[in-house]
């Protein structure tokens, strides 16, 4: 079975321009999460969803931030406008049930100029 | 949720030797999960031990749990020079899993 697949894996762009990650998790894994890791700050949880539904976005650092999940197997999180601050690896993980082992995929590597 | 607070940060041992981490975490929670994390890579899970449990092994890897102390440990036995990564432990409680800044591993040959 496929795990979890992110793409792109790495991402190279100027500040201002919008960028969008994508993920698609294990089929039949009800919760999916957005991660966001740094030297500084480790990693950092952005946003939660379970059955496609957002669930907890406390994490996400301002407005600029946007994920969304149209149906089971897709998720999407968007940058817009892409500042360097947000230059960090950016990880989607899912699991079947909220307290369960995730599973993570191999991250998207983002770098704003 | 609650961060798990990982120590030591870095830990760098000889080949062979046994490697131990520990992790403490600050209020109630259902289990604790600890993961690998490989250059580059997602993280990975190890292992998960239950609030009622106080101990588990999972190959080379021996976990403890002690809730009246809100601590856990990570022992790896017989280190290989793959066991080289960071290490994070994830508290779980009703509000799912937080992660903190992990202990990195270095395996000498």
């Known amino acids: 079975d496929a795990g979890v697949i992110q793409s792109p894996r790495h991402e190279v762009t100027e500040m201002g321009q919008e960028v969008t990650l994508r993920c698609k998790p294990i089929s039949g894994h009800d919760y999916l999460f957005w991660y966001r890791q740094t030297m500084m700050r480790g990693l950092e949880l952005l946003i939660y969803f379970n059955n496609n539904v957002p669930i907890d976005d406390s994490g996400m650092p301002e407005d600029r931030f946007s994920a969304k999940m149209p149906n089971a197997s897709f998720s999407t999180l968007k940058i817009q406008p892409s500042e360097p601050r947000d230059s960090a690896v950016y990880f989607c993980a899912s699991t079947p049930s909220g307290n369960q082992p995730q599973h993570f995929g191999d991250g998207t590597r983002l770098s704003i100029l | 949720s609650q961060q798990g607070e990982e120590d030591p940060q870095a830990l760098s041992i000889q080949e062979g030797e046994n490697a131990t981490m520990n992790c403490s975490y600050k209020?109630?929670?259902?289990?604790l999960q600890w993961y690998r994390q490989n250059s580059g890579r997602g993280l990975v899970h190890l292992i998960l031990?239950?609030?009622?449990?106080r101990e588990k092994h999972s190959g080379r890897l021996r976990v403890t749990l002690d809730t009246s102390k809100k601590s856990s440990s990570l022992l790896i036995t017989a280190s290989r020079a793959a066991d080289t990564a960071s290490y994070f432990c994830?508290?779980?409680?009703?509000?799912?899993?937080?992660f903190g800044k992990g202990t990195h591993l270095i395996i000498q040959p």
């Open positions: 994830a508290p779980g409680s009703a509000d799912g899993l937080t």
């Open positions: 209020t109630s929670i259902n289990n």
């Open positions: 031990i239950r609030s009622n449990e």
